[in-house]
């Protein structure tokens, strides 16, 4: 990832405040977002969650608690294709797809992978939505002492943190999640969400497709 590659992406935000916003990839999954969920009422804390369209059609109960719960969501394609391995027209629609079940302008590219060509039609109908810091819990080789260092290292006001509510990484989130809360907390930070808009975009997307 090149962040001039995609300048009107969101990478870090700009913000007067010492705030970070915490962002989740993948779900929403039975065995890890409930927990997830939990964890940020406990610490008062708001979250964006980027969920992948077919996961939203399986759980929609989840989805629902999510938004009830006053957190942002975005859309993460409806199967987590890469744009670069897949050709535009299936890309597209398989955003518009996922669009059917999440009801936002904001759009991840799973794992940031998209070509210019998508990037510059997307990023007209949609706020693409990058990151500043990975947290990498999904790697196993990683212990949730690393985990929390990936995150502390490099966090500054406006930091877009990527973690992951999946069953892969549910052992490693319940120890490093709570870590790093508490650490920004004593840090000073405050906790944000993406701004979204529950708009017609993906409407006007699926029009072109459907």
């Given amino acids: 990832m090149v962040t001039r590659w995609f300048p009107r992406a969101i990478w870090r935000v700009k913000t007067d405040e010492h705030a970070v916003f915490l962002t989740f990839d993948d779900g929403p999954v039975p065995g890890a ?3 997830v969920l939990d964890l940020l009422a ?7 969650f980027f969920c992948v369209g077919e996961n939203v059609w399986r759980y929609p109960e989840l989805y629902q608690e999510i938004l009830a719960q006053g957190h942002s969501v975005g859309n993460h394609t ?5 744009g670069v391995k897949t050709g535009n027209f299936d890309f597209y629609r398989n955003i518009a797809k996922a669009g ?3 009801s936002s302008d904001l759009l991840r590219p ?3 992978l998209l070509t210019r060509q998508q990037y510059r039609f997307l990023s007209l109908r949609y706020q693409l939505v990058m990151w500043d810091i990975v947290a990498r819990d999904f790697d196993p080789t990683l212990s949730p002492e690393k985990v ?5 290292d490099f966090v500054r006001p406006g930091s877009v943190i990527v973690f992951h509510d999946s069953v892969k990484t549910i052992n490693n989130l319940k120890v490093s999640l709570p870590l790093v809360i508490k650490l920004l907390k ?3 930070y405050s906790f944000r969400p993406i701004p979204y808009q529950a708009n017609d975009v ?9």
């Fill in 148 to 152: 929390v260092k990936n995150v502390m």
């Fill in 78 to 82: 409806y199967n987590h294709l890469q």
């Fill in 110 to 112: 799973p794992h940031g």
């Fill in 100 to 102: 059917r079940f999440i």
């Fill in 202 to 210: 993906n409407l006007q997307l699926e029009g072109i497709f459907f």
């Fill in 42 to 48: 406990q610490e008062q804390v708001k979250a964006t």
């Fill in 186 to 188: 004593r840090e000073g």
């Fill in 33 to 35: 977002t409930p927990w």
